[in-house]
């Protein structure tokens, strides 16, 4: 993550009324969390049009990512949901 924004822990954030975070808060986007994720995403997309063979670096990166931080932090979602890609995108980002 860029050194400008903390590392945030979204789960850590309290309810409204004081208590505990209900379950998936750590999975809320924040508007940071958006403009990073579009900056990294157009970051890959930069190397891919400079130097098209950055393509297997790239996916071997990602899957290294999901394969060691991602799938075992998600594997409580069903695969191909809604609920599993925003957990997982998540975690990238994260990553």
């Not at 986007?29 to 890959?44: A, G």
Request: aromatic share 6%; glycine share 4%.
């Amino acid at each position: 993550m860029d050194p400008r924004h903390p590392e945030s822990d979204p789960a850590a954030v309290p309810e409204p009324d004081g208590g505990t975070p209900k379950p998936g808060l750590e999975d809320r986007w924040t508007v940071p969390d958006l403009i990073d994720f579009e900056y990294y995403l157009d970051q890959d997309e930069q190397e891919l049009r400079e130097r098209s063979a950055a393509r297997k670096a790239l996916i071997d990166r990602d899957r290294e990512i999901y394969l060691d931080r991602i799938a075992p932090a998600v594997e409580g979602a069903d695969p191909h949901t809604p609920l599993h890609r925003r957990r997982s995108l998540r975690r990238w980002l994260t990553a």
